[in-house]
């Protein structure tokens, strides 16, 4: 295990196209987060899982975005109809069990969306 | 609700001189905080958590809930402290962490 793994690590796609982003976390983490970046700002939340359970979703997360984490390992995030403004560093990080063993995030090198 | 806030977007140190990145927090529950780095080409990684109360890299912070403060403190710099810093504050039954903006530290040799 290499820790948590995010693919593609760039994209670039012309407005109004959908991308979808995967993530695979680090295998016994039940938790995983995905935030997203822009220029100058510290990571913003966007939606977390616990095991396959989407339990918490920003409001930043617009109709247009979805994230699936169909049987609790990878996760996918898509964006529809990508807009100029979703142009950002989209991260994801995944997290162990509470209780020992628990050492906070892990995160993934991200994937670059340019939307042109 | 939550929120981190670093005052300083950039802090920039001379080499051996002692480093001080600042953290407040405002939060209504009992807090656990974090800080991050991001070195260059990096991705961002744990440098230390209030509760485990360790030194990593010869870096300390120490929770002030008087003062709702977190500081990173470090008493001299090294040229391979370079790097992003966020602050973070765990929250929540879900324990999603919210990030302040950052601050750049520039060591400068």
């Known amino acids: 295990d290499t820790g948590v793994s995010q693919d593609p690590r760039h994209k670039i796609t012309k407005r109004g196209q959908n991308v979808t982003f995967r993530c695979d976390p680090i295998?016994?983490?039940?938790?995983l987060y995905w935030y997203r970046q822009t220029l100058g700002q510290g990571p913003e939340f966007l939606t977390y899982?616990?095991?396959?359970?989407?339990?918490?979703k920003s409001r930043l997360l617009s109709d247009r975005f979805s994230a699936e984490r169909p049987k609790g390992s990878f996760s996918t995030l898509e964006i529809q109809r990508t807009e100029q403004g979703d142009s950002a560093m989209y991260l994801c990080?995944?997290?162990?069990?509470?209780?020992?063993?628990?050492?906070?995030?892990?995160f993934g090198s991200g994937t670059r969306l340019t939307v042109v | 609700a939550q929120r981190v806030t670093q005052p300083e977007k950039l802090l920039s140190v001379f080499k051996g001189a002692p480093v001080e990145l600042k953290c407040n927090y405002s939060y209504s529950g009992s807090p656990e905080l974090f800080w991050y780095v991001q070195y260059s080409r990096q991705r961002l990684q744990l440098l230390l958590r209030?509760?485990s109360r360790e030194s990593i890299k010869g870096f300390t912070a120490d929770l002030n809930k008087g003062e709702t403060s977190f500081h990173l403190k470090k008493p001299f710099a090294q040229d391979e402290d370079s790097a992003m810093y966020y602050c973070a504050l765990n929250s929540g039954g879900y324990q999603k962490v919210t990030f302040g903006t950052g601050t750049k530290l520039q060591v400068i040799p």
């Open positions: 990080a995944s997290r162990g069990p509470k209780g020992r063993g628990d050492y906070g995030y892990t």
């Open positions: 209030h509760i």
């Open positions: 295998s016994e983490h039940n938790r």
């Open positions: 899982f616990q095991n396959e359970a989407q339990l918490e």
